[in-house]
């Protein structure tokens, strides 16, 4: 479903086997670098049912089931279970789709449900009300693809809610796990399924804007969508169509409904703009100037808006592959956790560390496009 700059399977595997903890019939397990902020983190999964849909991927589903964690700054709670990155039957469907199309690890590999998380199970929350950030995932990556990141912004003191587009995520694991895979992976990469993947995703995103009322440590009046790839499309998107997003990220995601960044089928959001603040990330293939998409939303937005290039990266180094597959600089993910922070505390908190002014001797692999 998406173009990825595939690493040798004997490449990763070396590198896993070479730097991990040995698990389950000698497959390894990554670890994820732990967060850097000041709190604990805590974590908790609802099940959400939007009945005012029926489920766009399967008509014999009158309606649309999603899966949420919410990843939230903790008050102790550190004799709570950790929560592992991946539930077991969301982490088996990942192994035998996403990670081996999307990442080109050979199944079997890596055993993805042992790998852990900071976070612990439902650990009592912080007292306050912290601002939300929404996360989104790249096409066929299920929520839990980005927990280096997600995790990181929790213990900065963000309220996370990660969503899982069932029926394109690799896996969905529901109470009870029932595991509901995705019909994508083999489905022809029509553009007629890119409408209904994207359409899905905004639709999924607004309705989890609807049950926020539920989080009463959330502060409703500061939310921003952070996202990659598709994800990133499904982050600027929401917010065009949405006035309660107040932010947006978008880290390497087209805003055009192609098969490729032409000029051709742009969103809206790519021909109207916004007029709140984005931030744009991208990889090697170039930011605004080299994407027709991308570069159509910036003529036409109006809000503060800032355009960087991770250098030396391809799609995969936004998510969980540059921590736990080794791709990208090394430097990758602390580049990613320390811009999106920077954007989200200027505009969620008003406070600037003024790193998205210039380019940063402490980032050399992250350059300025505009």
Do not use: C
Not at 62 to 85: D, F
Not at 160 to 168: C, G, R
């Amino acid at each position: 479903m998406r173009t990825k700059a595939f690493v040798s399977a004997v490449a990763i595997t070396a590198a896993l086997l070479g730097g991990s903890q040995a698990s389950v019939a000698g497959a390894a397990t990554p670890t994820l670098p732990p967060p850097t902020g000041p709190h604990h983190v805590g974590r908790f999964d609802v099940h959400l049912v939007d009945a005012s849909r029926r489920d766009p991927f399967d008509p014999t589903v009158p309606v649309r089931e999603l899966m949420v964690s919410v990843w939230y700054p903790a008050s102790g709670g550190t004799q709570k279970p950790l929560a592992p990155q991946q539930l077991p039957g969301a982490a088996q469907a990942f192994g035998e789709l996403a990670g081996k199309v999307n990442y080109g690890v050979p199944p079997g590999t890596v055993d993805w449900a042992a790998t852990m998380s900071h976070a612990h199970w439902r650990a009592p929350v912080e007292h306050g009300r912290w601002p939300v950030v929404l996360y989104s995932p790249g096409l066929g990556d299920p929520r839990d693809w980005n927990t280096s990141l997600v995790e990181d912004l929790a213990s900065r003191g963000y309220v996370v809610v990660t969503i899982d587009p069932t029926y394109e995520s690799s896996g969905v694991e529901f109470p009870g796990g029932r595991v509901v895979r995705s019909v994508v992976f083999d489905a022809e990469p029509t553009q007629q399924l890119l409408h209904t993947i994207l359409d899905t995703r905004v639709a999924d995103t607004r309705f989890v804007l609807d049950r926020l009322h539920g989080l009463p440590f959330a502060d409703s009046d500061r939310i921003a969508v952070v996202g990659q790839s598709g994800g990133g499309f499904t982050a600027l998107q929401a917010m065009h169509d949405d006035r309660r997003i107040k932010a947006a990220v978008d880290m390497d995601g087209q805003l055009a409904i192609s098969l490729g960044d032409n000029g051709t089928d742009l969103s809206t959001v790519a021909i109207d703009g916004v007029d709140r603040p984005f931030l744009l990330f991208g990889t090697e293939a170039g930011g605004h100037a080299k994407r027709p998409s991308w570069a159509s939303l910036w003529q036409h937005s109006t809000g503060w808006h800032r355009d960087l290039l991770l250098t030396g990266t391809t799609e995969g180094a936004f998510t969980d592959a540059a921590p736990l597959l080794h791709q990208g600089p090394a430097d990758a993910t602390a580049a990613k956790r320390a811009y999106v922070a920077s954007f989200l505390d200027r505009f969620l908190r008003g406070h600037d560390d003024h790193l998205l002014d210039a380019p940063s001797p402490s980032y050399p692999h992250v350059e300025f496009e505009g």
